[in-house]
Nanobody, 115 residues
Framework: QVQLVESGGGLVQAGGSLRLTCQASGVSININDMHWYRQAPGNQREHVAT???????NYADSVKGRFTISRDTAKRQVYLQMNSLKPEDTAVYYC?????????WGQGTQVTVSS
């Protein structure tokens, strides 16, 4: 059974940093593409960052240069290091696994950036 659990969210002032963790179970993350998405109330869920099974990364333009996605395969963890946070980064952040037509979502973790 594949499970994804996000943690590390919280309240931070603008300009601050947070590190989100996605803990995977029942799957080896290095054979899957792993993603971070976010969704603010009333908004569409949007892609934030990707790390592919081969280790390459992609970022939304809105976070490029500020956020970094990485993984620890042995721990089955995917991270999102968020620096220089802005109020517009406020959202629920979700970990997402994709393998072909199979997808799995975590429960989300709230990130709130105050001005």
């Amino acid at each position: 059974q594949v499970q994804l659990v996000e943690s590390g969210g919280g309240l931070v002032q603008a300009g601050g940093s947070l590190r989100l963790t996605c803990q995977a179970s029942g799957v080896s993350i290095n054979i899957n593409d792993m993603h971070w998405y976010r969704q603010a109330p009333g908004n569409q869920r949007e892609h934030v960052a990707t790390i592919t099974r081969g280790g390459s990364t992609n970022y939304a333009d809105s976070v490029k240069g500020r956020f970094t996605i990485s993984r620890d395969t042995a721990k089955r963890q995917v991270y999102l290091q968020m620096n220089s946070l802005k109020p517009e980064d406020t959202a629920v952040y979700y970990c997402h696994l994709a393998r072909g037509s199979f997808t799995k979502w975590g429960q989300g973790t709230q990130v709130t950036v105050s001005s």
